[in-house]
């Protein structure tokens, strides 16, 4: 059986570093609506031209064309023993209509960590944070800054702020997350999947817990 890992949090809350850390110890493939959004941008798809219209204003992209993004990635030969979802689903339709999806993969959601903070370290991370150009890896000016200023300590290209992580739209999609977002914290809740995690402490100790209760590290 596939196992499948809902990754839940507020943005600015690490969930992008989590995912790529869960990703690499567990072998499912991270897969974040966010990044593949912003693929379809960079490449001027049709899709990327028209999500970038709703991505730039903080907006969520309508359910229609992330819902449709989701099943063709997770179709790909990658996910064969699951997946771990970051930014999808991001509202209780999305996570229904994951749900009907997974059916068809014989599987379900198994876990869905939620990693929470206050809207204070929430604006302040979303303000440092610095995105590497070609592979969209993450750092932070104060809290997990590069080695070298400006570039990426994995792939040496050039570190920039997203869009999206101006402060006018940080405001929004916070906004956004608290008013769309959160009926799915309720709706994985009361499946009992919902597993709460402080994310107001350092990547490491964040990503421990996030593997002692997935059960890929013993407690
Ligand atoms: P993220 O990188 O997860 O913060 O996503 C960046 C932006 O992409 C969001 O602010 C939304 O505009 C859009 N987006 C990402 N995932 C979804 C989703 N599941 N549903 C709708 N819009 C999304």
């Given at each position: 059986m596939p196992t499948y890992i809902v990754l839940i949090g507020p943005p600015g809350?690490?969930?992008?570093?989590?995912?790529?850390?869960i990703s690499e110890e567990t072998g499912l493939p991270h897969i974040s609506s966010g990044d593949l959004f912003r693929e379809n941008i960079k490449n001027k798809t049709d899709l990327g031209l028209l999500a970038e219209t709703y991505i730039n204003k903080g907006e969520l992209v309508p359910d229609n064309l992330t819902i449709s993004m989701i099943r063709?990635?997770?179709?790909a030969t990658d996910c064969v023993n699951g997946a771990l979802l970051d930014?999808?689903?991001?509202t209780p339709n999305q996570a229904e209509e994951l749900e009907k999806l997974l059916v068809q993969f014989h599987g379900r959601v198994n876990h869905v960590p939620y990693?929470?903070?206050?809207?204070e370290t929430l604006i302040e991370r979303l303000g440092g944070r610095l995105t590497c150009r070609a592979q969209g890896h993450v750092y932070h000016s104060k809290?997990?800054?590069p080695k070298v200023e400006g570039k990426c300590n994995l792939d040496g290209s050039d570190l920039y702020i997203r869009d999206d992580d101006k402060v006018e739209t940080i405001q929004r999609r916070i906004q956004v997350y608290f008013d769309q977002t959160s009926p799915l914290i309720e709706y994985y809740h009361k499946r009992g999947l919902l597993e709460e995690i402080n994310g107001a402490r350092s990547i490491e100790e964040v990503s421990t817990e996030i593997l002692k209760l997935i059960g890929t590290r013993q407690a």
């Open positions: 809350v690490g969930k992008g570093t989590q995912a790529k850390i063709e990635r997770l179709k930014g999808f689903p991001r990693i929470s903070a206050s809207s809290y997990n800054p």
